[in-house]
Each structure stands twice: as structure tokens, then as C-alpha cells.
């Protein structure tokens, strides 16, 4: 043995420590590291740059609802309606979606209160096949603005889709106005609809249900709009702005009411309710 091995055998070497994988988050906006649990303490949202991440319908309803929510079972319809298949079958699209997030599909409900305001609230899944909307959330949205109206209560509804689905064709598309006359019910109850814009929203949710609100809120920096930028500029032969689309221009432009961080956004809501529930104005 040479005397280079003989000291490097007698160096006591502590063992390796085992650091976890989800110790840290990446931001996908400024590639900042940032501690898991300061990531989930400050919202999903970046402390270094504020980006705003896409979060699923549980931990949204953590956030926005008080504790002792109750999440409505899902509405069952008609899967694989049209048999489609492209590169794969459309069941196993589902199938892969459902074992990804653990949820039936792209529109989850929950009844509960916000900081004592009863309300339905519905949350799309952008992980779950971009959010689109197929019959299984436009099943979703009518049930959760039903429950409101049941309830006497308002139904607030926090967007992000790609589109309609295009595996189930013209039924997807069917969501639009089948929608637009659940809203309806909700505004003849006299009962307030109100929307928060996430990133992104675009496509055939866009031109229905998420420009329908009372009142339109929207994340920071979410992308909202129904083309992409690029299939608009084609169109038009023209460069679009800087930031087009992006929540903060569409409300300098007067499609959306405000632009609320999350951390704001609870009490926001709940500042609306009070202005909005008809409970209030028959109080008052």
C-alpha cells in the first residue's frame, strides 16, 4: 500500500448527509432557489421577483377558505364521447391526467366561507390537460353555480385552460353557452358570480364564462386572452405591445376590475362579498 493510500484510509470522513429532493424550489420566472417551505409560506409566489406559480384546486381552496371547507363530489358524464384517439387514445389521456394529480378533471368545487362569507368557490387545474374544457367541467361549473344558488350564497370561479378540448370536438365547445346560462341562473337569483383571472386563460373559457363576472379580478403577470400573441400578429400583420395580454394591460384597458397578489386576495374577496351578498343588503 503506498503511503498516499495509507493517509487517505486514516482521514476519519464523516458519512453523507441525505439532503431531500424537494428542499428547494426553482422559480420558473428568475431561476431564483428558493426554500420549499418559505416558497409555501409566501403563497406559491416568489419572494425574489413576485412571479405568481400555477397552483391546483386543494392548495387554493387552503388558501382562500376558511378551515372546515367542504370539496363537492364530482359530477359524472359521458367519457371519450367521440372514441377519439391521436397519438394515444383520449382514455389513456385521462387516465395518465387523473394519476398526475389525483383528481377526476379540470374543475374542482368547494362549499365554505371566506373570512365568514359563505361561498361556492370552483378552481380549474391547468396541470390536468391545461385546464381544458370538456364535459366534465362544464358538469362542474353548473354544479358548483347550482350548490350557490342552493346555498343563497355567491359563486366565485378561478380560471386557467388552454381551451375547450379537443378530444371531445363540438361538445366541448357545447360548454360555452351551456355555461353562459348557469350564470344566468346565478344572476336571476340575484346571487354575485364573481371571477379571478390565473395564468393563463385563454381560448373558448375566455370567450364564455371567465368574461361573464360581476366583478373580474386577476393575478399578477397571469396571461389572459383568447388567441396566443403570435397567431394574432399573423393575423393583423402587426407587433402587438410589450406585455400584451398580461393581466396588468388588460386592466389599463378596462377588461379587467383590479389586479390583486395573492396575499391580498382572501381579503379582497371577502370585501366584495360584504358589497355584493344579498344578505347584506337586506340587512342594511
Not at 231 to 256: C, N
Amino acid at each position: 500500500m503506498s503511503w498516499l493510500n495509507r493517509v487517505r484510509n486514516s482521514i476519519p470522513f464523516l458519512p453523507k448527509r441525505e439532503t431531500p429532493e424537494n428542499l428547494w424550489h426553482k422559480c420558473r420566472e428568475c431561476d431564483a432557489m428558493v426554500f420549499t417551505k418559505e416558497w409555501e409560506e409566501n403563497l406559491n409566489v416568489c419572494p425574489r421577483c413576485g412571479h405568481h406559480a400555477r397552483i391546483g384546486p386543494r392548495v387554493r381552496f387552503d388558501q382562500v377558505l376558511d378551515p372546515g371547507f367542504s370539496i363537492l363530489p364530482p359530477t359524472p358524464v359521458r367519457e371519450d364521447p367521440l372514441k377519439f384517439r391521436d397519438s394515444k387514445r383520449y382514455v389513456d389521456r385521462l387516465r395518465a391526467a387523473r394519476q398526475q394529480t389525483g383528481e377526476p378533471d379540470a374543475l374542482m368545487n368547494a362549499r365554505g366561507t371566506i373570512d365568514g362569507r359563505r361561498a361556492v368557490v370552483g378552481v380549474q387545474d391547468f396541470a390536468f390537460m391545461g385546464g381544458s374544457m370538456g364535459l366534465g367541467v362544464g358538469a362542474a361549473f353548473v354544479a358548483g353555480a347550482r350548490a350557490a344558488i342552493g346555498d343563497r350564497s355567491a359563486y366565485l370561479i378561478f380560471t386557467a385552460a388552454g381551451g375547450a378540448r379537443m378530444q371531445e370536438g363540438i361538445l366541448s365547445l357545447m360548454q360555452m353557452p351551456r355555461t353562459t346560462v348557469a350564470i344566468a341562473e346565478l344572476k336571476e337569483a340575484g346571487l354575485p358570480y364573481i371571477v379571478v383571472l390565473t395564468d393563463p386563460t385563454t381560448g373558448g373559457v375566455t370567450a364564455s364564462y371567465a368574461m361573464l363576472g360581476d366583478v373580474h379580478l386577476a393575478e399578477p403577470g397571469a396571461l389572459i386572452g383568447f388567441a396566443g400573441q403570435r397567431v394574432i400578429e399573423s393575423t393583423i400583420r402587426e407587433k402587438l405591445p410589450e406585455g400584451f395580454q398580461r393581466a396588468e394591460y388588460l386592466l389599463e384597458h378596462g377588461m379587467v376590475d383590479m389586479v390583486v397578489p395573492r396575499a391580498e386576495l382572501k381579503p379582497r374577496l371577502a370585501l366584495l362579498l360584504d358589497y355584493l351578498t344579498p344578505e347584506r343588503k337586506a340587512a342594511a
